[in-house]
């Protein structure tokens, strides 16, 4: 079965550091989603993107958070100048948006950041 | 305010026993959406539900979807452990998804 895969699976970073999450979602599907769920907290959506642009960001979406699709199957998530509130699971996840999948929204396993 | 609920926000229970929990909210959806999170790893989807009255099974797991499409429970006959998880409730919003905070769910053996 197709599936989203996410690198790294857990990375330390020091406060301040710039880090890169990276991503490959499933192969046909068009719109890509970050989310982020900060230990013992729900999950919270951060951006989607499609047709190589951002088409929606929640408010912790600030300037020191981007996406980029640098090529046909990458989709990355970069933080600039990590804080210590930065430490979360982040998922990326994927979807077709189709009526046949319901807007089935698959997940990756998560990139876990702890920012020390 | 949250715009789903999810109640309990903790279940422990043994081996063998029934559960539900539900999801709920004011506003209607076209859909909604269950997922299971084990820790460490993504929320995989369980079903999604679509029409007010539905009523979906996978295996033990039992969904409704409230007939005026505001709410949802899902009920598990014969917990096992393996069954114990996150379970989250979810809909969709201009594409993205907005989880509830999830029901904490313990299976003892």
């Known amino acids: 079965e197709p599936e989203v895969t996410q690198t790294p699976s857990h990375q330390v970073t020091q406060m301040g550091q710039e880090v890169i999450l990276r991503c490959v979602p499933i192969s046909n599907h068009l719109y890509f989603y970050w989310y982020r769920q900060i230990l013992g907290q729900k999950v919270e959506f951060l951006v989607s993107f499609y047709n190589n642009e951002i088409s929606e960001k929640s408010e912790i979406f600030d300037d020191q958070f981007s996406v980029e699709r640098p090529d046909g199957s990458n989709f990355t998530l970069k933080i600039r100048s990590t804080k210590l509130e930065d430490s979360a699971m982040y998922f990326c996840a994927s979807s077709d948006r189709s009526r046949s999948s319901g807007n089935t929204i698959y997940f990756g396993e998560g990139s876990w950041l702890t920012v020390v | ?109």
């Open chain 2, 1 to 109: 305010t949250q715009l789903l609920e999810q109640s309990p926000q903790f279940l422990s229970i043994q081996e063998g026993e029934n559960l539900t929990v539900y999801c709920n909210s004011s506003s209607v959806f076209s859909s909604l959406q269950w997922y299971r999170q084990e820790p460490g790893e993504g929320p995989v989807l369980l079903v999604t539900v679509v029409t007010g009255g539905e009523v979906k099974k996978l295996k033990r797991l039992t969904f409704q979807f409230g007939d005026a499409r505001k709410d949802s429970s899902l009920h598990i006959t014969a917990a096992q452990p393996g069954d114990t998880g996150l379970y989250l409730c979810a809909v969709s919003n201009t594409g993205k998804l907005i989880f509830g905070q999830g029901t904490t769910l313990q299976v003892k053996p």
